[in-house]
T-cell receptor, first 109, second 115 residues
Framework: DQQVKQNSPSLSVQEGRISILNCDYTNSMFDYFLWYKKYPAEGPTFLISISSIKDKNEDGRFTVFLNKSAKHLSLHIVPSQPGDSAVYFCAASVNKFYFGSGTKLNVKP | KAGVTQTPRYLIKTRGQQVTLSCSPISGHRSVSWYQQTPGQGLQFLFEYFSETQRNKGNFPGRFSGRQFSNSRSEMNVSTLELGDSALYLC??????????????FGPGTRLTVL
């Protein structure tokens, strides 16, 4: 039972434009949400997080939005850079972490 | 501060064999979690150890087991390997305080191939 879903396996964006990665979840008990970035041959690295009591969190070029009524999470990257090309995982937590299947972002120069 | 290390990085085994993977957490971290990553399935949670005790467990068969030592290093064991066990096994460590702020830091993973 996949409680966290990333329905887009890949996304291609032009450098300088906005990248929007989406994530849906089913468990209303999740109290914390995170995004991780993963390069090939490396483990995922923490990117940004948001508590369930907030609806937005910003860190530089990265902004995470949480819509609890829609059970939807999104990550905005503005402006996108070629170095952002990686697989992005969203995760949600209640006692333990549940991860989505990942979205491969390709930022074209 | 050194990151999470995992050994070995690559492993090839045959069906029926068993395998042990090792994870050394970041110094000071007391929680170690294990995940299995397969194409299209994302990261599937295996189990979490905290202070040498299993604190959480995912939905994997009993062939998958783990333990944690007093220095917080952890090992994961898979017995009677099946072809479907081929995956990237990731270890993540955290302070272990629990709650939303307990960010996990991942190692590079062990790539297991079962032939």
């Amino acid at each position: 039972d996949q409680q966290v879903k990333q329905n887009s396996p890949s996304l291609s964006v032009q450098e300088g434009r906005i990248s929007i990665l989406n994530c849906d979840y089913t468990n209303s008990m999740f109290d914390y949400f995170l995004w991780y970035k993963k390069y090939p041959a490396e483990g995922p690295t923490f990117l940004i997080s948001i508590s369930s009591i907030k609806d937005k969190n910003e860190d530089g070029r990265f902004t995470v939005f949480l819509n609890k009524s829609a059970k939807h999470l999104s990550l905005h990257i503005v402006p996108s850079q070629p170095g952002d090309s990686a697989v992005y995982f969203c995760a949600a937590s209640v006692n333990k972490f549940y991860f989505g299947s990942g979205t491969k972002l390709n930022v074209k120069p | 501060k050194a990151g999470v290390t995992q050994t070995p990085r690559y492993l090839i085994k045959t069906r029926g064999q068993q395998v042990t993977l090792s994870c050394s957490p970041i110094s000071g971290h007391r929680s170690v979690s294990w995940y299995q990553q397969t194409p299209g399935q994302g990261l599937q949670f295996l189990f979490e150890y905290f202070s040498e005790t299993q604190r959480n467990k995912g939905n994997f068969p009993g062939r998958f087991s783990g333990r944690q030592f007093s220095n917080s290093r952890s090992e994961m064991n898979v017995s009677t390997l099946e072809l479907g066990d081929s995956a990237l096994y990731l270890c993540a460590s955290s302070l272990g305080a629990g709650g939303p702020a307990d960010t996990q830091y991942f190692g590079p993973g062990t790539r297991l191939t079962v032939l």
